[in-house]
């Protein structure tokens, strides 16, 4: 099992600037940048067994990023 995300608002590399975050945000069929909160919950429902037929797939964690 792999998580994939797509474009989270972290500290990593300085951060994003307005225009950046902006930009990423309106290619995401949500219309944001992702938190680390939502790659969190997909990793703790993967984790929890309630997904436990779920093997073998990568889960893209971004929001509908490019679609």
């Given at each position: 099992?792999?998580?994939?995300?797509?474009?989270?608002?972290?500290?990593?590399?300085?951060?994003?600037?307005?225009?950046?975050?902006?930009h990423?945000?309106?290619?995401?069929?949500?219309?944001?940048?992702?938190?680390?909160?939502?790659v969190?919950?997909?990793?703790?429902?993967?984790?929890s067994?309630?997904?436990?037929?779920?093997?073998?797939?990568?889960?893209?964690?971004?929001?509908?990023?490019?679609?």
């Open positions: 099992m792999a998580v994939a995300p797509g474009a989270i608002c972290t500290e990593l590399g300085g951060g994003l600037n307005v225009e950046f975050e902006a990423l945000a309106s290619q995401t069929a949500l219309g944001r940048v992702g938190e680390p909160e939502d969190g919950r997909v990793m703790a429902a993967l984790l067994g309630e997904l436990a037929w779920v093997n073998a797939q990568t889960i893209a964690v971004a929001g509908g990023y490019n679609i």
